[in-house]
């Protein structure tokens, strides 16, 4: 049923999906690559884009082959050129968290190549966001990519195309990206940003480490859970939610299969596509700083939360929920998840999110990630993101938020 839910002309999936750009690709002329320097070349993917483009070259004789030749020549960090002139840039990045500065070198490298019309991106959501925050910056000609922060109306006006590797962003299905400012997050949304074209090919997540991959599904499980009891939610967010919690329930116990990774991607796009809808709250909106601050990777900052923000929804009360959230509301909610996860309350859903962690390999304490306990009160502080926080059905403060860490460290 899911992939029915994602089947499109603009959705390419499972084994060798990827080919389904052979295409596309020649609609365009000049494209920009965004991949993960670590990833690109194992996942596979790098292999397909030179061959596509070496084969292209060929099969425009020797003549046609030695003008493109010279031109590649000419142009930095350029594949060589087909016949028809169409060019392809591989941009490369290695870090994780993404701080304002290293946007702004990526865009330096690729600001002066005139005629882009295709940007693709290969790789997580790190990678995905660059080229979302980078098209809109090179579409309204943009001297630096702080102008896009400043001016949220500035939009993209070149075609997109995701290629996740890895199964837990759920980038390639938002339209928001995340970049960090001083180590604070700062999110830009907006419609332009949707792809074009999304290609998930399980068979780009074979050489993901384990430890990645895990983590990565545990962000997608996040955000399928905390969409289902976001303010934000709608019945649509809600049934994507739904399917993508199946989905990686089903495949947690199986063997790492070209299925299981299969399910698992599948599960990540339409965890994308709800919290697309509904945003997500309060275990992501910690968990930033808890990236940022002690680089924690981002699935498991999130999912060190998740237990006891569901608690604290649960017992919500008429003096605690959000504006325009009932308390009836929120035990339909949970009723949901109670049935998704095949326990009885709230003690067997915290239960069985501690049980999913500690599968996929990872510590439920804060401790043991190299955070101190006297880092927990600037946690605190900066714990609060406007647009995830408030989107909780619980309203949080401050203290409440320290005393959560408190429970988990």
């Known amino acids: 049923m899911a992939l029915l839910k994602i089947s499109s002309d603009k959705v390419f999936t499972g084994e060798g999906a990827l080919s389904q750009l052979d295409n596309i690709l020649p609609r365009y002329n000049n494209i920009l690559l965004f991949n993960d320097k670590d990833g690109f070349h194992p996942c596979g993917a790098e292999n397909y884009f030179n061959q596509k483009f070496n084969q292209k070259l060929l099969q425009g004789g020797a003549r046609k082959a030695q003008s493109a030749e010279r031109q590649a020549n000419n142009t930095i960090g350029a594949v060589r050129h087909a016949p028809c002139a169409m060019r392809l840039q591989y941009v490369s990045y290695a870090g994780k968290a993404l701080p304002i500065e290293d946007i702004e070198e990526k865009y330096r490298e690729v600001k002066d190549n005139s005629g882009v019309d295709l940007i693709i991106a290969v790789g997580g959501g790190t990678i995905i966001d660059i080229a979302k925050i980078i098209s809109i ?10 102008e896009v922060l400043s001016d949220r109306t500035l939009a993209n006006r070149l075609d997109l195309i995701f290629i996740p590797t890895t199964a837990g962003t759920g980038s390639e299905a938002t339209s928001f990206a995340v970049v960090y400012r001083d180590k604070v997050k700062i999110s830009i949304d907006h419609q332009s940003l949707l792809p074009a074209y999304v290609v998930l090919d399980p068979l780009l997540l074979r050489s993901l480490p384990v430890p990645i991959l895990n983590s990565t599904v545990l962000d997608a499980l996040a955000q399928a859970i905390e969409s289902i009891w976001a303010r934000g939610g ?48 309060l275990p992501h909106s910690i968990s930033y700083p808890v990236t940022s601050h002690f680089g924690v990777p981002h699935g498991i900052a999130v999912f060190l ?15 605690t929920v ?32 501690m049980e999913v962690m500690k ?13 101190e306990r006297e880092a927990l009160s600037f946690l605190a502080d900066n714990a609060l993101t406007k647009g995830r926080s408030d989107n909780n059905p619980r309203k949080v403060d401050r203290d409440e938020v320290l005393r959560l860490l408190e429970d988990i460290y």
């Open 322 to 353: 959000q504006p325009g959230v009932q308390t009836g509301d929120i035990q339909k909610i949970f009723s949901m998840l109670f049935s998704l996860f095949g326990v009885e309350d709230i003690g067997g859903l915290r239960e069985s999110l």
């Open 137 to 146: 910056a090179y579409s309204n000609g943009c001297e630096k990519v702080e």
């Open 234 to 281: 709608t019945e649509e967010s809600r049934e994507y939610a739904k399917e993508a919690i199946g989905l990686i329930l089903d495949h947690l116990d199986k063997e790492n299969t070209i299925e299981r990774l299969s399910g698992f991607q599948v599960a990540s796009h339409l965890a994308g596509k709800a919290i697309n809808i509904s945003k997500t709250t």
């Open 305 to 319: 939360t998740l237990a006891k923000a569901a608690e604290l929804n649960y017992y919500a009360g008429e003096d």
């Open 359 to 371: 599968k996929l390999g990872f510590s439920a304490r804060l401790r043991d990630y190299g955070i």
